[in-house]
């Protein structure tokens, strides 16, 4: 089975201007959560989205938006970009299923350089 | 707020088992014990989870106490391939979704 793929891996965008990240799930996954990595805060979860719906989100402001459409490929869009966005963008997913000890599995993320 | 703490960083030397510690002492009954590594800005890389009994996989063997409060990631014969950042994650049953809290993890370091 392929595992999550992220495209693009690497982007290098300006203030101001706006981004769009594509995750393609592992294959009968329905669940795919979204988190941003950087060097100051760490890991951490800005959504999930299941069944085309938004589920869960994270403490994020309103620049961060996403979507997932009905074959369960998730995109996310930051708006307005901001020097503080560049960071490691890190997909994953899961059956989704809303019991414990289920496992997400991650993508090799999207790295993001905002000049 | 991550609910575990783990030691900031240990050495192993190659060949050894690296026995790596985390507390979670107010882990709830519903709550499993996650295992994730990440190695130098990869995405992480799920490694082993329990509920209460040890767990015993190809790549690692997960032991947790009977309080559950700690638990160690054993990794009965490291290499150099094994440096890495190794995050103990508790996440239970969510009324919406799912998502892992992570915390700074311990960084592994495998010396020749």
């Known amino acids: 089975k392929a595992g999550v793929t992220q495209t693009p891996r690497y982007l290098i965008k300006t203030r101001g201007q706006q981004v769009t990240l594509s995750c393609s799930p592992i294959?009968?996954?329905?669940?795919v959560s979204w988190y941003q990595q950087t060097p100051g805060q760490g890991l951490q979860f800005l959504f999930e989205?299941?069944?085309?719906?938004?589920?869960n989100k994270g403490n994020f402001p309103g620049r961060f938006s996403g979507r997932q459409f009905s074959n369960s490929r998730s995109e996310m869009n930051v708006s307005t970009l901001e020097l503080g966005d560049s960071a490691l963008y890190l997909c994953?997913?899961?059956?989704?299923?809303?019991?414990?000890?289920?496992?997400?599995?991650f993508g090799p993320g999207t790295r993001l350089l905002v000049l | 707020d991550a609910k575990t703490t783990q030691p900031t960083s240990m050495d192993c030397a190659e060949g050894r088992a690296a026995n790596l510690p985390c507390n979670h002492s107010?882990?709830?009954?519903?709550?499993?014990v996650y295992w994730y590594r990440q190695i130098h800005s990869q995405g992480p890389q799920y490694i082993i989870h329990?509920?209460?009994n040890n767990e015993t996989n190809e790549m690692a063997s997960l032991i947790i106490t009977e309080d559950r409060k700690s638990s160690t990631l054993i990794l009965p014969h490291a290499t150099l391939r094994d440096t890495a950042v190794y995050y103990c994650?508790?996440?239970?049953?969510?009324?919406?979704?799912?998502?892992?809290?992570f915390g700074p993890g311990t960084r592994l370091s495998v010396l020749p």
């Open positions: 994953a997913s899961s059956l989704g299923g809303l019991q414990g000890g289920e496992t997400q599995y």
């Open positions: 294959s009968g996954h329905r669940s």
């Open positions: 989205y299941f069944s085309e719906t938004q589920r």
């Open positions: 107010t882990i709830s009954g519903n709550e499993y």
């Open positions: 329990g509920l209460k």
């Open positions: 994650i508790v996440k239970g049953y969510m009324d919406y979704g799912q998502n892992f809290v």
